[in-house]
């Protein structure tokens, strides 16, 4: 432990009061003084427990600072969401292998059965497939879209 001089000061200062307090009997000292004695043994106490507090501050200051690596996230990117329609779907083969004239007959007649809403264009896109599956749930369904001989017998329904 360090050799502080103000420390030893109050140190000394205290036992000094405190052997001269213990030598004069008490009742010989007036009220004054007593009070005096109290006083400075309450200013040496919380003198030394300032003290006390102080050092402790000083050390915790005063020490190294440790090194803590950054943390590291992951960027986030956009990922576009995947579209509703899956043109490698059974449905959607068996669509496509039709020939144009064809397809716009089909989405014509989903069109006449209140199914489809869309241009009637030949290509299988989202609203082609809502339809399709619209059809294929009331009719032979759902189920057969799932396959391509399944998906087959759904368009011909519509065409024959």
Request: glycine share 8%; charged share 10%; net charge positive.
């Amino acid at each position: 432990m360090k050799f502080n001089l103000r420390t030893a000061a109050i140190a000394a200062t205290a036992a000094l009061s405190l052997a001269a307090t213990s030598a004069t009997p008490v009742h010989a000292l007036g009220k004054n003084e007593k009070n005096f004695l109290l006083g400075a043994g309450a200013a040496l106490l919380l003198g030394s427990i300032y003290l006390k507090n102080r050092e402790a501050q000083a050390q915790q200051a005063y020490r190294t600072p440790t090194y803590q690596a950054p943390t590291y996230q992951q960027p986030t990117y956009y990922q576009p969401t995947q579209p509703t329609t899956s043109y490698s779907s059974s449905a959607a083969r068996a669509f496509n292998s039709y020939s144009a004239t064809e397809r716009r007959q089909i989405q014509s007649k989903l069109r006449a059965y209140g199914y489809y809403r869309g241009a009637v264009d030949g290509s299988f896109g989202p609203q082609t497939q809502q339809a399709v599956s619209g059809y294929a749930g009331a009719t032979l369904g759902t189920a057969k879209l799932s396959s391509m001989n399944g998906a087959f017998e759904v368009y011909d329904s519509l065409l024959y």
